[in-house]
């Protein structure tokens, strides 16, 4: 498993966002045994610190869920998995629109070069 960071922003924001991709993708399946925070934390060269500050912000989420002698899980709610990922999907169309509305097309337009795109 290969994180990447950038500079820009919090190493644990970052963590939450790649872990969060893992699990709505289906890298890390439903029920399924994370890593320990350690064996997270050497693989993404992180502080233990910052990677259990991601995994808490995942669990706020719903995304996992800890069992106390057991570990972190991925959910097994996958209207949860399915919520996040559509909010994903979501926002990533809406600055896809935003984005080609400012060079001056249309969501027709977009709507249009899509179709013409599966065939």
Not at 5 to 34: A, C, H, T, W
């Amino acid at each position: 498993m290969k994180f990447t960071f950038d500079n820009e922003r919090p190493i644990y924001i970052q963590l939450v966002e790649q872990i969060r991709l893992k699990i709505i993708s289906g890298e890390y399946k439903m029920n399924e045994k994370l890593p320990s925070v350690r064996d997270f934390a050497s693989n993404a060269k992180a502080n233990p610190n910052t990677v259990q500050r991601a995994l808490v912000k995942l669990e706020e989420e719903g995304l996992i869920y800890t069992e106390s002698t057991s570990g972190k899980f991925v959910t097994n709610d996958e209207k949860i998995i399915n919520d996040i990922k559509n909010n994903i999907i979501k926002g990533k169309v809406s600055t896809l629109i935003n984005d080609m509305e400012s060079l001056g097309i249309t969501k027709e337009e977009i709507i249009k070069y899509f179709k013409n795109m599966e065939g």
